[in-house]
């Protein structure tokens, strides 16, 4: 009986009600009528709330019973979600993702691992949370009935979808990740593992694809970098003494200009190494570090298309769509990492599986 009073007392106090022996007297009328109607049963709750609100109405409650009606509805609602929500879970539990739509959801996940299904525990949990508090009734019975399709339902309030990531601005000066400081990179295959990293991160805070719209523009630098490193290292070899003033003189000019490998950066080199390294055979040292930093480019484009099929995000649950622009930037830089990109995608995998 109390509980009856306590729910027909909420529903009064909704309206301004402040008299809970009155909720307690109608209570008991409640509880008297289901002893009759009921000698030899046991009453649902829908036949005691039936009961509430025709014993509220009989009793001059009227705007009571309405307030009742509500909190009705609300109960069995949340009931419903309860019950349907119970049998969403033990269904992603025992069930295999062969047998189970709900598993097999997004093809990215795995939905048979421990953390790809807890992952769908709760995303189904978020979606039935948002269809009944979240949304007008009107647009969650359209999503239900599929008349429309709301995408990505379960992150509805949590997160933006999708992103792009300017990668050239990201890496000028480092980045963080919100682990740690990243600084800026400064060889090829560097840049390549922080691309991933930038990928990775983002998509962590957020549902959707990862894009890096600038993707050649962004890694340029790093061809550039990386020649200047091979082109000295061939310097330590001959025991030039010059090596520091060369890689400062190129690295000034990769600063104030965008290619180094374009004929007018290379005439650059040439300049510069015939001032400082006169001993050196010149072309021979340009055409080593161009033949070092193209192989460099390639191991950091094989690393990426690796990385890019393999590295985990969301609680370890799901490979990030990512998506990169192709040849758009035509300085020989950019180019190189186009090429390369292209034959460590075609290579494939370790088994020879097609990269996606």
Known sequence: MNKIAQAIFRAASS????????????????????????EDAVPDVEQVQDLVEKTLIKSGHARTAKAYILYRHQRTKIREMNTRLMTTIRDLTFKDAKDNDLKRENANIDGDTAMGMMLRYG???????????????????????????????DFLSLTT?????????????????GHGFLREPNDIRSYSALACIAIQANQNDQHGGQ???????????????????????????????????????????????????????????????????????????????????????????????HNLNTMHSRAGAQIPFSSINYGTDTSPEGRMVIRNVLLATEAGLGNGETPI
């Open 15 to 38: 309206q301004g009600g402040k008299d809970y022996v009155l909720s307690l007297k109608i209570a008991a009328e409640v509880l008297e009528r289901l002893n009759e109607q009921f």
């Open 123 to 153: 995303s189904e949990s978020s979606k039935q949370f948002y269809e009944m508090y979240i949304l007008n009734p009107k647009h969650s019975l359209a999503h239900k009935n599929g008349d429309i399709h709301i995408h990505d339902l």
């Open 161 to 177: 979808t999708c992103c792009q990531i300017d990668i050239k601005t990201l890496f000028k000066g480092g980045f963080g990740t």
């Open 211 to 305: 894009s890096i719209p600038n993707f050649e523009y962004g890694l340029a630098p790093g061809v550039a970098k990386t020649f200047i490193k091979e082109l000295c290292l061939i310097l330590d070899l001959y025991n030039m003494e010059s090596k520091d003033a060369v890689k400062a003189g190129l690295r000034a000019y990769i600063e104030e200009n965008e290619s180094i490998l374009d004929e007018k950066g290379l005439a650059f080199v040439r300049e510069i190494l015939t001032q400082h390294a006169p001993a050196l055979n010149i072309d021979f040292a340009v055409k080593k570090a161009l033949e070092y930093t193209e192989k460099a480019t390639y191991q950091a484009m094989e690393a990426l298309v």
